[in-house]
């Protein structure tokens, strides 16, 4: 994601300052696998193998075929939906880079037959084309078939009081979800510091981890408050006795400081997400620090206390790092996408939590859309059924800090 130098620790504060920056100096971060402990579990015993498509076909008018998105992959035909999500979850095991842009749906092979069996299809991220996802797949020793979703039902489209910008509702382009996605893979490869605070070097042994029998995820909500959607999403909260950490946009939560006062009365942590969701990489440090700042000012007329900043879909450059030390705040990410901001279906959510989501645990939500809330009951039981403690983001952020292996030198 970046090339930067990290994100080093200041020289010389006030005791303001200082008792800011010890909260989150020598910060250790970090992930436990993503991957729960998966089924293995063979195809059908009725399942074919499958053919890739191996040529780019164009439409009548010349354009490349995954120029329209009524395209996807097939992966097979299982006898009850339960058999369906299995092979998804031995698909993952098996192939999880190359079926990390794949949001995957199953759906009865023929609705007006009853016992007709359940098909297991995935559809790509925008701007990828199918028989380039499955030859890869079919390269890497698995099977898949592109096929036609004319037949398929197009996700319903959002509540129209979703779909404002009023009401924090962000619509991510193609280039931004693919930098989330290789925030996910990424977490998976880098230090378990680095995976969520970027620029830091301390490390979490995994020996440390399991002596102390860690089990910590934290819920993480951005974009919003929705006026409608955050209130739900509170609710469940509440009644689940789940604490987590939201990460509202400034010039929406400045339209709403109830449901601000609401979050933080409630025991969550708020965090800052920028004043206008920019892409900071395109903006001075200075620039970056009057977004930052701004919000934290908002923020605080509501009575909340920000000491994370995320940045908008993950992108953050080192100008952002020196953004948020001057601010005394440490940047955050996430290490489980549940991919509510391209899907906004909840069904399609609990999918890549059944599929990722595990013990340490960072998980990135939306507090703008009813699928998620929809969702959430159902992905705080699964959570908690393989073993998760939900806390704030800055509590986990502080547990590992406490087993970290801090940095022999600060720069």
């Not at 279906?345 to 999918?351: F, L, Q, S, V």
């Amino acid at each position: 994601m970046n090339s930067g130098t990290g994100f080093s620790a200041p020289q010389k504060f006030g005791p303001a300052t200082a008792r800011r920056l010890s909260r989150f100096r020598y910060l250790a971060v970090g992930m436990l696998t993503a991957w729960a402990p998966l089924l293995d579990t063979a195809w059908a015993a009725d399942q074919p193998h499958l053919a890739t498509v191996t040529t780019l076909r164009k439409d009548a008018d010349g354009h490349p075929a995954n120029a329209h998105p009524a395209r996807m992959l097939q992966f097979g035909v299982y006898r009850t939906e339960a058999d369906a999500w299995i092979a998804w979850k031995g698909i993952v095991r098996r192939q999880p880079d190359m079926v990390a842009d794949l949001v995957p749906r199953v759906a009865p092979q023929r609705p007006e037959v009853p016992d007709s069996g359940f098909v297991l299809r995935a559809a790509p991220l925008p701007d990828l084309d199918p028989n380039f996802v499955c030859r890869r797949i079919v390269g890497g020793g698995g099977s898949c078939l592109v096929v036609e979703a004319a037949a398929e039902q197009p996700a319903a489209a959002p509540a129209a009081t979703e779909d404002n910008d009023h009401n924090g509702v962000v619509t991510y382009s193609p280039d931004q979800s693919r930098e989330m996605q290789e925030i996910e893979r990424q977490a998976a490869r880098l230090s378990r510091i680095a995976a969520i605070v970027p620029g830091n070097e301390a490390r979490v042994d995994i020996g440390a981890l399991k002596a102390s029998r860690w089990n910590l995820c934290s819920l993480t909500f951005d974009d919003g408050p929705h006026p409608a959607v955050t209130p739900r999403i509170l609710d469940i909260l509440r009644n689940e006795g789940v604490r987590a950490t939201f990460f509202p946009i400034g010039n929406v939560a400045v339209r709403h400081p109830r449901i601000i006062q609401r979050i933080v009365q409630e025991g969550h942590e708020v965090g800052n997400h920028s004043l206008t969701h920019p892409n900071m990489r395109n903006l001075s440090t200075e620039a970056q620090r009057m977004e930052i700042a701004e919000t934290n000012r908002i923020l605080a007329v509501s009575g909340a206390d920000p000491v994370l900043f995320r940045p908008p879909a993950g992108r953050w450059n080192n100008d952002t790092l020196k953004a948020v030390e001057q601010e005394n705040m440490s940047p955050a990410l996430w290490n489980v996408d549940t991919r509510d901001w391209f899907t906004r279906d909840a069904g399609k959510i609990m999918a890549q939590v059944e599929a990722t989501g595990a013990i340490g645990s960072v998980v990135l939500m939306h507090t703008t859309y009813n699928a998620t809330a929809e969702a959430l009951p159902k992905a705080i039981g699964l959570l908690r059924m393989r073993g998760c403690r939900f806390v704030t983001l800055s509590e986990w952020i502080t547990s590992l800090n406490s087993l970290a292996t801090p940095r022999v030198a600060q720069r």
